[in-house]
């Protein structure tokens, strides 16, 4: 066999050729298989006594070891990667959203207190102004007192003659938007192809020389 013993190699069909082993993490025996163990060693699984793994590259794509420009550290026989991704709350960038205000021509009730104060003495001023309150009558001509009230209503005034200006304040109390819900998960591998990828379990023997 012309092959380095230990070196993966790519096939275009999806059976094993001799001398190779399917790199799908298998676990094989040291004693049968000791010139491969001293190759790889348990980089990728095993005991160490008894067995060790084959590297699994099923569903995986091989990278060098080592750190690129401005990357992430990769250590060898380290696998890394995942299939699908949920983002979290900290993943995302802060953002804002509108509250909706009570805006003009929405409708508002509102529970208003309205106090009318009079007087009991007999009246002082002959005309309404901003300083006089209802007072009670004059005396009439018998000695009786005009009287300015009555317990039975049967007359509206102006809309105007009691005027009412209320001025709400609206404060939003522990008010709290959120996210309603989980983000679901999304898919993460790159455009790629499917293959048989093998490693030669019997061959030449690699020397560091």
Not at 56 to 62: A, E, S
Request: hydrophobic fraction near 40%; charged fraction near 5%.
């Amino acid at each position: 066999m012309d092959s380095y013993m230990a070196s993966i190699m790519t096939f275009a069909f999806n059976w094993t050729p001799m001398y190779f082993a399917q790199c799908n993490g298998a676990t094989l025996q040291i004693q049968q298989n000791s010139a491969l163990y001293a190759l790889i060693g348990v980089v990728f699984g095993g005991n160490g006594s008894t067995n060790f793994m084959l590297p699994n590259l099923q569903g995986r794509t091989p990278v060098h070891y080592g750190t690129a420009a401005g990357g992430t550290a990769r250590a060898f026989g380290i696998p890394f990667g995942q299939d699908n991704m949920t983002l979290t709350q900290t993943q995302l960038p802060t953002h804002g959203h509108t509250l909706q205000e009570v805006q003009a021509g929405q409708t508002v009730t509102t529970t208003t207190a309205v106090t009318v104060n009079a007087g009991d003495a007999q009246g002082t001023v002959n005309k309404p102004q901003n300083t006089a309150y209802w007072a009670k009558g004059w005396d009439a001509a018998d000695s009786s007192v005009l009287s300015n009230y009555t317990n039975t209503k049967n007359v509206t005034m102006a809309s105007d003659a009691v005027q009412v200006t209320v001025t709400p304040t609206f404060r939003a109390t522990n008010l709290a938007i959120g996210a309603a819900g989980a983000g679901a998960a999304f898919p993460l591998p790159q455009p790629s192809l499917a293959l048989n990828f093998c490693i030669c379990t019997a061959g030449i023997f690699p020397s560091r020389t």
